[in-house]
């Protein structure tokens, strides 16, 4: 078998100690970003009716790292969290190295139903907030725009509708660019506040 020979540009990554270096403080100021998030979302639980799963633990989180989601690093928080017995309650804020910061409501299981009344119900709470819902076929899927999600205007109501209606779970979104993070980096926590605030309407009973 013919080795395959390393390019000039892969040459001069290898040679790139001080990238591994910026990556490490980088992941460690995700963390921390993920960490004071998890601070204020439990604050504004502690203050909410959940419409949850019966079992749902309101002090269960996690904080995963990882390196190859679509060959790109990664790191979130879940909080709340709730993924048992076919029920998935759960909100989750996902760094994705070269891409964005999401900020998701993965719903799925025993309220369902309850949560796309919600929706349709409340529609125009949650309009116009730059949330996106996902047309994935799965709740794993995080890329953005055509084909992959679509914004919750105010026009757009009997569209989402008809989308989610024989659904059987529901996802929600809120993408913050990584080209925005300059302007943005002090406010990211309470973006992730803000929206997990502006998806009660669905979330409660």
């Keep these: ?10 040459l ?13 403080v980088i992941t460690r100021k995700v963390r921390d970003l993920l960490g004071r998030l998890h601070d204020e979302l439990r604050q504004e639980a502690a203050q909410t009716a959940l419409l949850a799963p019966p079992d749902f633990n309101p002090a269960g ?3 995963v790292k990882g390196e190859h989601l679509e060959h790109c690093p990664y790191q979130y928080l ?15 804020s996902l760094f994705w190295w070269g891409h964005h910061l999401t900020f998701a409501l993965l719903l799925e299981g025993v309220h369902l139903k309850q949560y796309k009344r919600n929706l349709v119900d409340r529609f125009h709470a949650v309009a116009g907030r730059d949330l996106e819902m996902s047309l994935a076929s799965n709740l794993w899927e995080w890329k953005r725009g055509e084909g992959y999600t679509l914004p919750l205007s105010h026009d757009r109501k009997a569209r989402i509708g008809a989308v989610i209606a024989e659904r059987s779970f529901m996802k929600i979104l809120r993408f913050v660019p990584i080209v925005d993070f300059d302007r943005l980096q002090d406010d990211l926590p309470d973006i992730g506040r803000d929206t997990f605030r502006s998806l009660l309407p669905l979330i409660t009973p």
């Design 1 to 10: 078998m013919a080795f395959q020979r390393f390019t000039s540009d892969e």
């Design 12 to 24: 001069g990554l290898m040679e790139n100690a001080e990238f591994f270096r910026a990556k490490a």
């Design 61 to 63: 989180y996690q904080f």
């Design 78 to 92: 879940d909080y709340p969290k709730h993924f048992s017995g076919g029920n998935t309650f759960s909100f989750r």
